[in-house]
């Protein structure tokens, strides 16, 4: 594992070494690296996968090679460091070792890259490069959505931006923050975006969620039987559907809110690996940037019973009552884990 990544820390900007000579025995190394596991070998441990075989949980492909500082770090704080997050190092690191052997510079490509959602309506291909606190830098692949005077003008205009406006989305680590401020510079003639931004909004219980009316399969109330109450989980499952189905621009008084699943399923649905990924930032924005109901209001978030989302999954693109299935795998507020599909409403043209 850590002669993949040449022997060096993966943690994004670290890359300290981690063996050298022993200076009391010629003949022995040094090493002061950790072979940390991104999902833990035991239960309760962090990240722990209940579907993970004991082969898995043993194999190279489970483990990430960091400096002792911050394989303490990944492990003691880890609902900060997520699975999907901690591949990515582990591939870029793997990708930099290899790329230092053949070339004198490293060329960026898609391999092992996030989107990073700026805003509405920029999504940038990235590489970690690094993170301490509340300062992230990332290495600016291409463009995905949007295009470069998009781009520059969401920077160079940022402090006049509307306040629904301000805030980053990071697909890898399942995260979004409201930015306090953005840069874009340049080091050997490769771009960076550097970001500030706020603490990370907390999560909340799902099982303390009131009774709200209990809704169909085609939208409309369940009313077989009588109107039906639902609370707690079942009520959460049904706020997801519910929350990705509100259109955005919908409300004229607030047209901040809402998600912008129908619009991504008319552009992008043709590509369901790319509609799937698209439907990720949205659930991911969703649950952690919050946004003001009304004029005056306090800002709140629209799914703040939700920890993390790991795993978005569209098998396709074919309609029933006007809506998709979308496979949800996420983590609650309550830190369960919970796994089931979720109807999302699309306005058809």
Not at 12 to 28: F, I, L, R, Y
Request: charged share 25%.
């Amino acid at each position: 594992m850590a002669e993949r990544v040449a022997w060096r820390c993966s943690f994004p900007g670290c890359q300290k070494n981690t063996v050298g000579p022993n200076s009391s025995d010629p003949t022995k190394k040094i090493n002061n690296g950790i072979a940390a596991h991104i999902c833990a070998a035991a239960p309760n441990g962090p990240r722990y996968d209940l579907n993970m075989s004991p082969e898995e949980r043993k194999s190279i492909t489970n483990g990430i090679w960091m400096c002792r500082d911050h394989g303490s770090l990944i492990d003691s704080d880890y609902s900060e460091y997520s699975v999907d997050t901690l591949k990515q190092w582990k591939q870029n690191a793997e990708d930099n070792a290899a790329t230092s052997l053949r070339e004198p510079t490293k060329v960026s490509d898609l391999s092992g890259s996030s989107f990073l959602q700026l805003g509405n309506q920029l999504i940038c291909n990235v590489h970690w490069y690094q993170v301490s606190a509340n300062k992230w830098k990332f290495e600016l692949v291409n463009i995905e959505i949007g295009n470069k005077h998009d781009f520059h003008d969401y920077i160079l205009n940022f402090n006049n931006l509307d306040e629904h406006e301000r805030y980053v989305v990071v697909e890898s680590q399942g995260d979004a923050r409201l930015l306090n401020e953005i840069k874009l510079s340049v080091e050997n003639q490769t771009q960076y975006i550097e970001l500030s931004v706020k603490d990370k909004m907390p999560s909340t219980d799902p099982n303390k969620l009131g009774f709200t009316l209990k809704l169909g399969e085609d939208g409309d109330l369940c009313i077989d039987s009588g109107i039906m109450r639902i609370s707690g989980i079942e009520a959460a499952v049904q706020s997801l559907s519910t929350t990705m189905s509100f259109i955005r621009g919908e409300l004229k008084d607030a047209e901040w809110l809402g998600s912008n699943v129908t619009d991504y399923y008319h552009r992008y649905s043709g590509d369901l690996q790319l509609f799937s990924r698209l439907i990720k930032m949205e659930f991911i924005r969703l649950s952690l940037i919050p946004m003001k109901e009304y004029l005056g209001s306090e800002k709140r978030t629209s799914l703040p019973f939700v920890k993390r989302f790991n795993k978005i999954t569209v098998l396709s693109r074919d309609l029933k009552f006007s809506s998709i299935i979308v496979n949800v795998d996420l983590e609650w507020g309550d830190c369960t884990n919970w796994n089931g599909e979720v109807r999302v409403f699309i306005l058809e043209t």
